[in-house]
């Protein structure tokens, strides 16, 4: 029977899960703290030992009724890695009870240590909460002044598969030339655009297509109003546009259809159609209610069609904001210039945007130094629904980040100062709670390899990229372990941290400087780049696949009969043989069988023919055997000749 934790066997046996460690440990079974695992069936038999009280019979089922009528747990936001004394100002107890509770449990804390998720779980479910833990920039909410909204341009995020035209079409709205500057024809990250159609302007997402890119895929559909799928007329549905599908509907935003590259000669828009139907997508014409425009983004064909479509459904929508009240948004990308410092795209959801205003970014802050639109120009203000690059933070945060703007600097720099530490709370804690059993499972698995990677890139999307990637292979015999994540170049600190840790360096869409160069030859530190994310996948797999243990597999060469056996002086016995198949080869390896029995295997000593050392004898031939560390050859014994080669491992 599977083990499982204490707190999923009391959740399993609708038990509060003090009450089940009481009485495992009254009827003398050592449990040392709640992370312990306990084998379900023997928890069975100590809490059910009559059959009446089976974990099925009625009698404990009415039981069971009636404590759930009796225990309804009150809901209590609980923000991730609090300490014991906020954790006991919470939940109304003295923190010296709290301590005591946790004892109980098997945590031994202090009032000012972080409790784990665990902890807070159990512990809130004894004293009647059921505790949501939430992430820690989640507990502090700035108050938000109420203000009247406006009408605000729709923010379209462009997705589907690799190379089926999402930043040609781009490309053909704005007339620019942005397809050309991307390597490889694929987007390495997000763009974000603004365009103005008939005096009402449209905010643009590029998101990339490769699969490796699901997670910023995801984010541009969170933040959208409307996602125009785009799929080639001459290709049909692929994986990622399936993938674009699905983050559309869980953001629940409407999806446009373009069916592009309709100028190929292989172009079948009916088809297209056909097999979108089969993932709820169903024309308009067809009866359904999804708009579909076929469009060729090279010949500009239907273009207009497809903005007067995006405006109707925007239309429909009645897109507002809040204009006069705190800004907030969200972080599109971000990067870090070698002349500019921070650079991060940003896309203002409410208020307006100033340059001068002090803002929090996830874990980094600042005050706007300077705002870029999407041509390239210095604006002062960003409206709703307006992507700029803001410049003047003091590091780069990450993708997906929010920001909003608070009252001076000092503020958010103690915001972001108290975001930071709560994210190392959480960290140790996570780091704290690797269990025994953990451990014995790993040595159970086999010990396993690993390869330390630092990774460098020129956006926090592309790291995220390649890592979401790297997860996904598989590491069941070789462990990635990537030590350090950073954007821009890589320095001679990379790659003294490489030789330290004996890690791989690695940089994508970024160069290493002249000094990182001249250490990494110096310490013979692997520093690879890459500017297309499927050859550093390629290249990790080929990597791990160096780092995995050698695997070894035999190879007959032959059998060869012992007709008589001779005294050698200084030598030792040889062994007069025939070789009835194959060959034998003197640096093979061989297995005396007598009556069926394997009775000795070890190296060949010597083989002969005719006095004299040779290599190898064939089959048909007689030659003389000597086997290293072996003396009782008898006429009759087999001898099979074999090899053990390595194994090509995958």
């Given at each position: 029977m599977a083990k499982l934790k204490l707190h999923q066997l009391a959740k399993k046996f609708n038990m509060d899960s003090k009450e089940l460690v009481d009485k495992l440990r009254k009827s003398g079974e050592d449990v040392p703290s709640f992370h312990s695992t306990f084998d379900e069936e023997k928890a069975r038999q100590i809490l059910f030992k009559e059959k009446s009280e089976s974990p099925h019979s009625p009698k404990l089922e009415k039981k069971e009724s009636k404590d759930k009528e009796k225990k309804s747990l009150e809901k209590l936001k609980i923000p991730e890695g609090i300490v014991v004394k906020d954790y006991a100002q919470l939940v109304g107890k003295p923190p010296n009870e709290i301590i005591k509770r946790l004892i109980e449990l098997g945590e031994l804390l202090t009032i000012n240590q972080?409790?784990?998720?665990?902890?807070?779980t159990i512990l809130s479910e004894s004293l009647g909460y059921e505790a949501e833990i939430v992430s820690p920039f989640q507990e502090r909410i700035?108050?938000?002044?109420?203000?009247?909204?406006?009408?605000?341009?729709?923010?379209?995020?462009?997705?589907?598969?690799?190379?089926?035209?999402?930043?040609?079409?781009?490309?053909?709205?704005?007339?620019?030339?942005?397809?050309l500057k991307e390597f490889g024809g694929i987007t390495q990250h997000i763009g974000a655009y603004q365009v103005e159609h008939h005096g009402k302007r449209i905010t643009f997402i590029d998101?990339?297509?490769?699969?490796?890119?699901?997670?910023?895929?995801?984010?541009?559909?969170?933040?959208?109003?409307?996602?125009?799928?785009?799929?080639?007329?001459?290709?049909?549905?692929?994986?990622?546009?399936?993938?674009?599908?699905?983050?559309?509907?869980?953001?629940?935003?409407?999806?446009?259809?373009?069916?592009?590259?309709?100028?190929?000669?292989?172009?079948?828009?009916?088809?297209?159609?056909?097999?979108?139907?089969?993932?709820?997508?169903?024309?308009?014409?067809?009866?359904?209610?999804?708009?579909?425009?076929?469009?060729?983004?090279?010949e500009r064909t239907n273009l207009e069609e497809l903005l007067e479509m995006i405006l109707l459904v925007a239309e429909f929508q009645e897109l507002k904001a809040p204009y006069k009240t705190r800004p907030r948004g969200v972080v599109i990308e971000s990067k870090l210039d070698k002349g500019r410092g921070p650079v991060v795209t940003v896309l203002v959801e409410r208020g307006v945007l100033k340059v001068g205003t002090p803002i929090v970014v996830g874990l980094t802050y600042g005050k706007i130094r300077a705002m870029i639109d999407d041509k390239g120009a210095n604006v002062e203000k960003a409206f709703p629904a307006q992507p700029v690059e803001l410049l003047g933070l003091s590091a780069v945060p990450e993708a997906g980040s929010e920001f909003f703007a608070v009252s001076d600097e000092k503020e958010a720099r103690k915001i972001a100062e108290e975001r930071a530490l709560k994210k190392r709370l959480i960290q140790e804690i996570r780091r704290k709670h690797f269990t025994l059993e953990q451990l014995y499972q790993k040595v159970e698995e086999g010990e396993l390899s690993e390869l330390k990677l630092i990774i460098k890139g020129d956006t926090h999307g592309s790291i995220e990229a390649i890592k979401d990637a790297l997860t996904k292979l598989d590491q069941t015999k070789v462990k990635i372990n990537i030590i350090h994540t950073g954007v821009g170049g890589i320095s001679e600190t990379d790659v003294m941290l490489g030789a330290a840790s004996d890690a791989v360096v690695i940089g994508f869409n970024v160069r290493p400087d002249q000094n990182a160069k001249v250490l990494a030859k110096k310490e013979n530190i692997d520093l690879r780049t890459y500017r297309v994310i499927y050859q550093l996948i390629e290249d990790i797999q080929v990597a791990m696949k160096g780092l995995l243990a050698p695997e070894f597999e035999e190879v007959e060469l032959g059998h060869l009969e012992v007709r008589a056996t001779f005294k050698v002086s200084k030598i030792g016995q040889v062994a007069g043989c025939y070789v009835s198949s194959g060959k034998v080869a003197n640096d093979a390896q061989a297995r005396v069988i007598r009556d069926g029995n394997i009775i000795f295997e070890g190296k060949i000593a010597s083989l002969r023919r005719f006095k004299e050392d040779v290599r190898e004898v064939k089959a048909g031939l007689e030659c003389g055997l000597r086997i290293e560390n072996f003396q009782d050859f008898k006429e009759g014994d087999e001898i099979e000749i074999f090899k053990v080669v390595e194994k090509k491992v995958t």
């Open positions: 972080s409790m784990s998720p665990e902890a807070i700035l108050e938000e002044e109420e203000s009247e909204v406006a009408p605000r341009p729709p923010v379209v995020t462009i997705m589907g598969h690799v190379d089926h035209g999402k930043t040609t079409l781009l490309d053909a709205i704005r007339k620019t030339d942005v397809a998101t990339p297509g490769h699969e490796a890119f699901t997670a910023m895929r995801a984010r541009g559909a969170k933040i959208t109003d409307i996602a125009v799928l785009v799929v080639a007329a001459d290709d049909g549905v692929m994986p990622q546009t399936i993938e674009a599908i699905d983050h559309a509907r869980a953001a629940q935003v409407p999806i446009i259809v373009a069916i592009n590259k309709i100028d190929k000669p292989d172009a079948n828009p009916e088809k297209v159609k056909q097999q979108l139907t089969e993932h709820g997508l169903v024309p308009e014409e067809w009866g359904g209610d999804t708009v579909f425009v076929s469009i060729s983004a090279k």
